[in-house]
């Protein structure tokens, strides 16, 4: 495969229920797989929020206010949108591929029009992502 069918962008939005409801949206760029890639999270005036790259077990998040780096991906991830979101199965998923996540269950009947969703029962708070592909 080459680097252009590894490459995704558009918007994803991220809406975590329970008491202290939040949510995170944020136009993105995607690239590469789960083992090596990058995530730039963009607002919508297209201002960088936080880059995030990723390679051999390590990754790094640089964002306006810090540049860290830690060994989990999943954890970085974390802190800029609120919640954990499977990077694993995402990249599946957006390949239209279904991919077991745990505690998660991805509808992929949009897929083929650039749009996929997917929700978080366990554990809880139950959280919705959703993901509208421009390209």
Do not use: C, Y
């Not at 229920?17 to 136009?27: C, N, R, T, V, Y």
């Not at 789960?34 to 960088?48: E, I, K, M």
């Not at 390679?55 to 998040?61: E, S, V």
């Not at 999943?74 to 199965?89: F, N, W």
């Amino acid at each position: 495969m080459t680097t252009d069918e590894n490459t995704w962008s558009g918007r994803l939005a991220l809406q975590v229920e329970g008491q202290d409801s939040q949510s995170f949206s944020a136009m993105f760029e995607l690239r590469g797989n789960a083992q090596v890639g990058g995530l730039v999270l963009l607002s919508p005036l297209g201002n960088r929020l936080a880059q995030l790259d990723w390679k051999d077990g390590h990754a790094q998040l640089v964002s306006s206010q810090e540049a860290r780096t830690s060994d989990s991906l999943d954890m970085l991830l974390q802190e800029v949108t609120g919640t954990r979101i499977p990077v694993t199965a995402l990249f599946s998923w957006l390949q239209g591929n279904q991919a077991t996540a745990p505690g998660w269950r991805a509808d992929l009947s949009g897929v083929a029009d650039g749009r996929l969703v997917a929700h978080r029962d366990d554990p809880q708070p139950q959280a919705t992502l959703r993901v509208a592909l421009t390209r």
